[in-house]
C-alpha cells in the first residue's frame, strides 16, 4: 500500500473560487485546476492539513487553508512559480477578513507565512509516498 501522510481534511465535494491568481496558461493536476483567468477548481478527495503556523483550525479558516494549501501544493510541484507565494498569502488574508476574522489575528497569520512561509512551495518539500507492505 502506498500513502502520504500530513493531512487532516479531505474534501468531499469539487470547489471552485476566483482568485486573483492568473498563471499564463491553464494548469491541471489530478486534484486542482488552475486557469489562466484565476479560477481554481479543487476536486473532490483533495486533502489538506489544514491551518498552519500560530493559529488553530476555526469555520472561518477552512476554505481559505484549502485554497492556500492547493496554491503552495501546485508551487511545490513546479505547476505555478513561486513568485505567486506572496500574492497567494495575500488572497489569503483577503478570504479571512471577508468570514470575519479579526485584524490581529490575520496579521500575526500572515506576517508568519511571509516571514517563514518559503519551504511550502519549495520543490524539494513535496509530500513523500511512503509504502508498506
Known amino acids: 500500500m502506498k500513502y502520504r501522510k500530513g493531512y487532516k481534511y479531505q474534501l468531499a465535494e469539487e470547489f471552485e473560487i476566483d482568485t486573483p491568481i492568473k498563471p499564463p496558461t491553464h494548469i491541471v493536476t489530478e486534484y486542482i485546476i488552475l486557469n489562466h483567468s484565476g479560477k481554481m477548481t479543487i476536486k473532490k ?53 471577508e468570514r470575519g476574522m479579526g485584524h490581529s489575528r490575520r496579521f500575526i497569520w500572515l506576517k508568519a507565512l511571509n516571514e517563514f512561509g518559503g519551504p511550502s512551495t519549495d520543490p524539494r518539500n513535496v509530500k513523500k509516498v511512503l509504502e508498506v507492505v
Open 45 to 97: 478527495g483533495y486533502a489538506w492539513d489544514g491551518a498552519s503556523g500560530p493559529t488553530v483550525d476555526s469555520d472561518n479558516t477552512m476554505t481559505p487553508s484549502l485554497v492556500h494549501d492547493a496554491f503552495a501544493q501546485l508551487m511545490r510541484e513546479k505547476q505555478l512559480h513561486r513568485s505567486w507565494r506572496i500574492p497567494s498569502n495575500e488572497f489569503l488574508d483577503e478570504m479571512l477578513e
